[in-house]
Structure formats: C-alpha cells, structure tokens
C-alpha cells in the first residue's frame, strides 16, 4: 500500500515531550512520570497507559466554582507513548522554572504532575467580571503544554518596556510580572469607549518576563448575538464573552 499519508508517521525522539505535528502532542511515560492532561484530549496511544480522573480538592473546587477558571484533568499514568490534541489548536511546550507560570486555564493542555496549579485574581480597577479576572498559577518545575489559535506572538516585558494586551487575547505570561486589569480609556468613558471600537479591557505588564498572546480572541464573531441588555453590548459579566460563551471552541 502507498499513500502520501505515510510521511505523517511516528515521529521518533528521545525527548520526553515533542510534537508529532504542530497540532499535536507526543509524551512518553516510563512509568514513574505521571502527566495531567485535559480531559478528553487523547487520541491515540501506545504501550500500556491508564487515564484516570484526577481529584479536585476542596478548596479547587470552591475557587472553580467561584471564579469559573480552572481545567478538568485527567491522569496519564504507565509505559508508552501518550499524543495529545484539542481542536487542532497549536501546540507549545514551554519549561516551567521557579518564576511560575500564569495561565488562562482554556489552553492549558497537558502538564507535568510535579507541578502545582490554583486560581488567582488579577487586579482590576473597575471591578470587572469578565474574561481576564481570573487565572491558573503554575509553580514547580517542570513542563507543560499550551494551546493557541494560531501562530502567537511572544512579547518581552522590561522595567524600560511594558506591554498591554487584549485581556481575551492573552495566553500566559511570566508569574513574575506586575499585571493590573485596565480600561483602555478613563473610567468615565469605560463604557462607551467599548460599545464603538469593539476595544475595551486590557492587561497591563511591568517588570521582567513574558507575555504570550495569540491572534484570537475570546469575543464571538463580530455582530453575534451574545445576550442582552447594557452587559451584552459591551461585554461585561455574565452577559460578556465568558458568561455567554461557556462552550465556545476558544474559551
């Protein structure tokens, strides 16, 4: 038999973690390296490999409950080799070290079970409820796997050069950073100033680290219906992105 199809074979590495594809997560497990993926994410595998759930505690599930960020894992645990995917969304494996990592909880696709993971807050001027308030903080060492839209862009954050991003455009960013949750105007003009440009909440970064966004955002396609009322129009609490989009292949 013969078909362009086999040169998309097994991609064979001594690494631990690598990417069979773009779009597609390689990890093998020797047996005594647990991994927490996304539930759901596996599509094949090789060898003799056990998914189970993962426990949440108390507290995790208080603060999913509360906050709506968090991710459902299950744990990959035995000899082989695990691929993983979601949606055919890229792929990046990135080193977490002491600094931590922080991260949107909806392109967290797999990590290793050393690490350790909780909610946290983001500073807000305005009170805002919406997509960006709260996040997932990875510590430890160790690696984890992240998912994007597209080809993101990697942004270097200096105490002489500080970044702003679309707070439903950003993936993770250093867990060093200062970060403070904005308005791009004044708050008199909060409001309106989203209702005519479609532009509104912001993450602002100071220090030294990273900030990684990719070219897609939470928001649904432009005119979309996403409620009512004032919220719906410009995108706040639960008629905004994240309220009105539980299901969204982004969010």
Same mark, same amino acid.
């Given at each position: 038999?013969?078909?362009? %199809?086999?040169? +998309?074979?097994?991609?064979?590495?001594?690494?631990?973690?690598?990417?069979?594809?773009?779009?597609? %997560?390689?990890?093998?497990?020797? $047996?005594?390296?647990?991994?927490?993926?996304?539930? #759901?994410?596996?599509?094949? +595998?090789?060898?003799?490999?056990?998914?189970?759930?993962?426990? *949440?505690? =108390?507290?995790?599930? =208080?603060?999913?409950?509360?906050?709506?960020?968090?991710?459902?894992?299950?744990?990959?645990?035995?000899?082989?080799?695990?691929?993983?995917?979601?949606? !055919?969304?890229?792929?990046?494996?990135?080193?977490?070290?002491?600094?931590?990592?922080?991260?949107?909880?909806?392109?967290?696709? !797999?990590?290793?079970?050393?690490?350790?993971?909780?909610?946290?807050?983001?500073?807000?001027? +305005?009170?805002?409820?919406?997509?960006?308030?709260?996040?997932?903080?990875?510590?430890?060492?160790?690696?984890? !796997?992240?998912? &994007?839209?597209?080809?993101?862009?990697?942004?270097?954050?200096?105490?002489?050069?500080?970044?702003?991003?679309?707070?439903?455009?950003?993936?993770?960013?250093?867990?060093?950073?200062?970060?403070?949750?904005?308005?791009? &105007?004044?708050?008199?003009?909060?409001?309106?100033? =989203?209702?005519? &440009?479609?532009? $509104?909440?912001? %993450?602002?970064?100071? $220090?030294? $680290?990273?900030?990684?966004? *990719?070219?897609?955002? %939470?928001?649904?396609?432009?005119?979309?219906?996403?409620?009512?009322?004032?919220?719906?129009?410009?995108?706040? #609490?639960?008629?905004?992105?994240?309220?009105?989009?539980?299901?969204?292949?982004?969010?």
């Amino acid at each position: 038999m013969q078909s362009p %199809l086999f040169a +998309y074979n097994d991609q064979q590495t001594q690494e631990r973690w690598s990417l069979q594809n773009p779009q597609m %997560l390689r990890v093998a497990l020797e $047996g005594h390296d647990d991994i927490l993926a996304r539930k #759901g994410t596996m599509v094949a +595998y090789q060898g003799l490999v056990e998914f189970d759930a993962e426990f *949440q505690s =108390r507290g995790q599930a =208080r603060a999913r409950a509360h906050t709506g960020e968090g991710v459902d894992l299950m744990r990959c645990h035995g000899q082989g080799t695990v691929y993983l995917a979601n949606l !055919a969304q890229r792929i990046h494996v990135m080193d977490v070290e002491q600094e931590g990592l922080t991260v949107d909880s909806s392109y967290v696709l !797999a990590m290793d079970s050393s690490l350790h993971h909780e909610v946290i807050a983001v500073d807000s001027l +305005y009170g805002i409820s919406g997509s960006g308030k709260y996040q997932l903080n990875i510590t430890g060492r160790g690696r984890v !796997a992240l998912m &994007t839209s597209g080809a993101p862009l990697l942004m270097r954050v200096t105490p002489d050069t500080y970044v702003n991003c679309d707070a439903d455009a950003i993936v993770a960013w250093s867990t060093g950073l200062r970060v403070q949750m904005q308005a791009q &105007t004044h708050s008199s003009g909060v409001f309106r100033r =989203r209702g005519n &440009t479609g532009e $509104g909440w912001e %993450l602002s970064f100071m $220090g030294n $680290g990273f900030a990684l966004v *990719q070219p897609s955002e %939470l928001l649904p396609p432009q005119n979309a219906a996403i409620g009512s009322g004032l919220g719906a129009q410009y995108g706040v #609490g639960q008629q905004g992105a994240r309220g009105q989009n539980q299901g969204n292949v982004w969010s």
